[in-house]
């Protein structure tokens, strides 16, 4: 079906070609419909057509169904959770120049603040007062809050990582290496999968950077080990202590020489005959 408008262009009025196919239709009859519609918007003359619509109720190809398909034309199109932040990725980013002169940061993402009640616990770690703290973004203000900060211990470490929302925390793992007693300072970036929106996953992600490098270069923190996990239940004592102390594996494998086959008896001496000229 065509369906004329009243706007005009260059070759005459401007029509809406309709394809109608009900799902009730025998296959043959689809089949035939489709294989010609393309032939029968050509000959009708392709610049004339304005739009083209497809359905199979009646109320997909009636003023309403029209309406609905123009403005699904003009919706964004559906991403995945991964397209979505590659989409975010690139509109995030700035053109830069490359050339002789062209500088490059060593630190890469975006560097929030730290409140001032932050960097008094942070200092705090360091001197052992207290065991673990957990910071914040906050992505209206575009600041690092603290939300924890106490002592705890590793069995209680996993209870403190939320299940719907990207944290940073600072753990002193006390544990025993090779009969000394150690206490190491571990980074812990906690994200929940896709549980946290796009946004809060991208900058949590780009404020992990300079963070570390504020706390390692103006604080003078030692991190012993920098870590990532999902969840809170991967926080046991033996994983900490693998990321710490991984194992080292010492044997090394000789090279086995294969046996020479048996029944081969002694080795002949071959003597070559030259011939003469």
């Given at each position: 079906?065509?369906?004329?408008?009243?706007?005009?262009?260059?070759?005459?009025?401007e029509?809406?070609?309709?394809?109608?196919?009900?799902?009730?239709?025998?296959?043959?009859?689809?089949?035939?419909?489709?294989?010609?519609?393309?032939?029968?918007?050509?000959?009708f003359?392709?610049?004339q057509?304005?739009?083209?619509?497809f359905?199979?109720?009646?109320?997909?190809?009636?003023?309403?169904?029209y309406?609905?398909?123009?403005v699904?034309?003009?919706?964004?199109?559906p991403?995945?959770?991964?397209e979505e932040?590659?989409?975010?990725?690139?509109?995030?980013?700035?053109n830069?120049?490359?050339?002789?002169?062209?500088?490059?940061?060593?630190v890469?993402?975006?560097?929030?603040?730290?409140?001032?009640s932050?960097?008094?616990?942070?200092?705090?770690?360091q001197n052992?007062?207290?065991?673990?703290?957990?910071?914040?973004?906050?992505?209206?203000?575009?600041?690092?809050?603290?939300?924890?900060?106490?002592n705890?211990?590793?069995?209680?470490?996993?209870a403190?990582?939320?299940?719907?929302?990207?944290?940073?925390?600072?753990?002193?793992?006390?544990?025993?290496?090779?009969?000394?007693?150690?206490?190491?300072?571990?980074?812990?970036?906690?994200?929940?999968?896709?549980?946290?929106?796009i946004?809060?996953?991208?900058l949590?992600?780009?404020?992990?950077?300079?963070?570390?490098?504020?706390?390692?270069?103006?604080?003078k923190?030692?991190?012993?080990?920098?870590?990532?996990?999902?969840?809170?239940k991967?926080?046991?004592?033996?994983h900490?202590?693998?990321?710490?102390?991984?194992?080292?594996n010492?044997?090394?494998?000789?090279?086995a020489?294969?046996?020479?086959?048996?029944?081969?008896?002694?080795?002949?001496?071959?003597?070559?005959?030259?011939?003469?000229?």
């Amino acid at each position: 079906m065509f369906y004329r408008l009243d706007k005009r262009n260059d070759s005459g009025y401007e029509w809406i070609y309709i394809c109608y196919s009900p799902d009730c239709s025998a296959v043959r009859q689809k089949m035939l419909y489709a294989s010609t519609r393309a032939t029968l918007k050509k000959e009708f003359g392709g610049g004339q057509v304005r739009d083209e619509i497809f359905g199979t109720v009646p109320h997909d190809v009636n003023l309403t169904g029209y309406k609905r398909h123009v403005v699904s034309q003009h919706a964004p199109k559906p991403l995945t959770f991964a397209e979505e932040e590659l989409e975010m990725i690139k509109c995030a980013e700035v053109n830069v120049n490359i050339g002789v002169d062209t500088k490059h940061r060593t630190v890469q993402g975006v560097a929030f603040p730290l409140t001032q009640s932050a960097i008094e616990q942070l200092e705090n770690f360091q001197n052992k007062r207290v065991s673990y703290i957990q910071l914040s973004l906050d992505l209206e203000k575009e600041i690092i809050n603290l939300e924890l900060s106490e002592n705890v211990n590793i069995n209680g470490l996993r209870a403190k990582v939320p299940k719907d929302h990207a944290r940073y925390h600072f753990f002193a793992f006390k544990h025993t290496h090779e009969g000394d007693q150690l206490i190491s300072n571990v980074f812990i970036y906690s994200m929940p999968g896709y549980n946290c929106s796009i946004k809060e996953r991208m900058l949590y992600s780009t404020c992990k950077a300079p963070l570390i490098d504020y706390v390692e270069q103006t604080l003078k923190m030692e991190i012993t080990r920098k870590i990532e996990i999902d969840d809170g239940k991967e926080l046991t004592y033996d994983h900490l202590y693998e990321e710490i102390h991984p194992p080292v594996n010492i044997a090394k494998r000789q090279f086995a020489k294969p046996t020479a086959p048996a029944g081969r008896g002694p080795k002949r001496m071959t003597k070559v005959t030259v011939a003469d000229d």
